[in-house]
Structures are given as C-alpha cells and as structure tokens.
C-alpha cells in the first residue's frame, strides 16, 4: 500500500462519515416530540429512529444513550434564546426574560427540561452534561448582557476575574430559577406586569450588590 493510500485510510477511520446536519435536526425534533408524546420512561431510541427516520445505528453514533440524546434535544431550544438591545440593561433583561417565558409556554421545551430536570436528580452524569450542554452556554446570555451594561456605564467594570464569574454564576441562577419556578411550578403566567417588576428587583439588587 502507497503512503497516500495508508495517510486516506487512516484519516478516513479517525474522522469517519460527517454529520449531516439534517438528520441531527430530524432526531432532535424526533426526540421532543416523543417525548411529549410518551414521557421519559417510554420514550426509547429506536422510537426516535423511526420518527427521524434514520437507522438507530445513526444515533448511537452520535448520542451513546437516551440520556445525552435528550439533554441535546433541550441545549438546542435554549440555544435560540438571545438578548434583545432594547437600549437599557433594564430593558433587556425584562426583554430576556419574556422570551425565556415564552420558550417554557412550548410543550416541547417543557415537557422535555421536565424530564431531563428530573431524572438527572438520580444521575449525576446527566447533572453535568445538562451544566454543561445547556447552564453553560446560556450564561453568554448574562455576559453579553453585563458587558453591554458596562459599556454604556450602568455598571461598573469588575477587575477580579473571579468575583465576576460568581456574580455571572449568581444573575444566572436568579433569572433562570425565578422563571422556571414561576412558568413550570407555580404555573402562574410571566407576563409583562411580573416581568417588569422581578427586573426592577433585580437590577435593583445588582446596584446594591456592585456598590
């Protein structure tokens, strides 16, 4: 065998076949809707398989159990969150924070971080993909939203590196906790009225916590 034979062949078994970007999208779609559909403890990946119509191969490629497979489902709903620029940091966390509301009222966003949220109090792994896969990447949210508070001057800048990162960490769990509790355990409705009123405390609280 040539050296250029040998360099593809071991290239193409590192590699192997790339994602399509359309059967993930399929699966994961695939995944909510059972979910909804099902529950946690029916849903089952050959199910998926046959609603993305993909091999069940195809999704042991790419997810090793119904766990991870889920908890992606999810990220990617979160994913579409972002910050509006409505001119003050008030304004945009109250922007945020219906918007946030408004991805819970689906079925399939709740139903789905339901159940993630409450099978991972059994599985410690799957507490941290769903830290890392979605608590992780939603705190961009909190650091945009800080820098661009800091820029127009309605806070101050933090010079310690750390004491930041738990003031990030602390904004997260509020916004995210409050909404959470009020959309899918309380059931009450996150309406303007409330959400105008949980920013004031808030940002009034960040002024106290940042003097």
């Known amino acids: 065998m040539c050296s250029y034979t040998r360099s593809k062949t ?3 078994a590192r590699t192997g076949r790339p994602r399509s970007v359309e059967a993930d999208t399929a699966i994961l779609e695939a995944t909510r809707a059972a979910l909804v559909e099902l529950g946690w403890s029916k849903l089952t990946m050959g199910d998926v398989a046959n609603r ?4 069940k191969t ?3 490629r790419r997810w090793t159990n119904k766990s991870e497979l889920v908890v992606d489902a999810v990220a990617v709903l979160f994913d579409e969150l972002e910050l509006p620029d409505r001119g003050s940091l008030t304004a945009d966390v109250e922007g945020v924070v219906l918007q946030f509301a408004s991805l819970l009222a689906r079925p399939e966003a709740k139903t789905s971080l339901m159940a993630v949220v409450a099978e991972s109090t059994r599985d410690d792994a799957l507490r941290v993909r769903i830290r890392s896969a979605i608590v992780d990447r939603q705190k961009r949210l909190v650091l945009e939203g800080r820098a661009r508070a800091q820029a127009r001057g309605e ?9 930041a990162a738990r003031s990030a960490d602390l904004i997260f769990d509020v916004i995210a906790g409050a909404v959470v509790h009020r959309a899918l355990v ?3 409705p996150v309406d303007e009225v409330w959400a105008r009123s949980f920013t004031m405390l808030l940002v009034s609280g960040l002024a106290s916590l940042q003097s």
């Open 52 to 55: 993305a119509g993909v091999a």
């Open 10 to 12: 071991a290239r193409t």
């Open 155 to 163: 806070l101050p800048y933090e010079e310690d590196p750390e004491a």
């Open 58 to 60: 195809t999704l042991y």
């Open 186 to 188: 309380s059931a009450e």
